[in-house]
């Protein structure tokens, strides 16, 4: 079945630093990819999205590239903040006739000042 | 984007008992989605709700546990049926939107 893949967290960084949080995906069918952050306390807010392959998603600085040859969905941002400390989560949804989004597992993101 | 109102925001509940959660839409919708959150877990489907119609459900989640009422396109309830401390989690509500989806903000439930 349609499963995404997230790398392990927590992960811990020096505000300024690059991030990249990695996702991969199952190939079947031709699938909208996403990612959501959740900061504390909060629900889930739509980061960034793409819908077809070689489609980049951006938002608040953070960018993430739809691979269709690696399968991979990976988030990143040049330059993080302490006000990005939060769960992200990469999703997916199917193709055309499916609306059910499976989630990774989530990464936790703290930055340090 | 469609703007989700979604109560209570969290609740302490008594084993046994149940909880009703609402969820309010700003616009009409079509499909709606309930997920569970377990504490540092990532979402699960609990199942979509379609007006007029039966919820379907996803694996391992029954309707005598989580019944679902869809009486119109703004507005939908789940609810969680003799609770038990394994139901303490942030239960959410979401609507289909184009390619995306949008959350209500969560409610977190614990039961002691």
């Known amino acids: 079945g349609d499963s995404v893949t997230q790398m392990e967290g927590p992960v811990t960084l020096s505000e300024e630093a690059f991030l990249t949080i990695n996702c991969t995906y199952t190939a079947t069918g031709y699938p909208s990819l996403f990612w959501y952050v959740q900061y504390p306390g909060e629900g889930l807010q739509l980061l960034l999205k793409?819908?077809?392959?070689?489609d980049k998603g951006s938002n608040k600085g953070f960018e993430a590239t739809y691979r269709k040859e690696t399968t991979s969905f990976h988030l990143e941002k040049g330059s993080v903040q302490v006000s990005d400390s939060a769960v992200y989560f990469c999703?997916?949804?199917?193709?055309?006739?499916?609306?059910?989004?499976?989630f990774g597992k989530g990464t936790k993101l703290s930055v340090i000042p | 984007s469609a703007v989700i109102s979604q109560k209570p925001s969290r609740d302490i509940c008594q084993r046994g008992t149940s909880l009703t959660i609402q969820c309010q839409v700003d616009s009409q919708v079509t499909m709606m989605f309930w997920y569970r959150q377990q504490p540092g877990q990532s979402l699960t489907l609990i199942a979509t709700a379609n007006q007029g119609s039966e919820a379907t459900y996803e694996s391992g989640f029954v309707i005598d546990k989580f019944p679902i009422s869809r009486p119109n396109l703004t507005f939908s309830t789940l609810t969680v049926s003799n609770m038990s401390p394994e139901d303490s989690s942030i239960y959410l509500c979401?609507?289909?939107?184009?390619?995306?989806?949008?959350f209500g903000s969560g409610t977190r439930l614990t039961v002691v």
């Open positions: 999703a997916r949804r199917s193709g055309a006739g499916s609306y059910q989004l499976t």
């Open positions: 793409a819908t077809k392959a070689d």
């Open positions: 979401s609507v289909a939107e184009g390619y995306g989806y949008t």
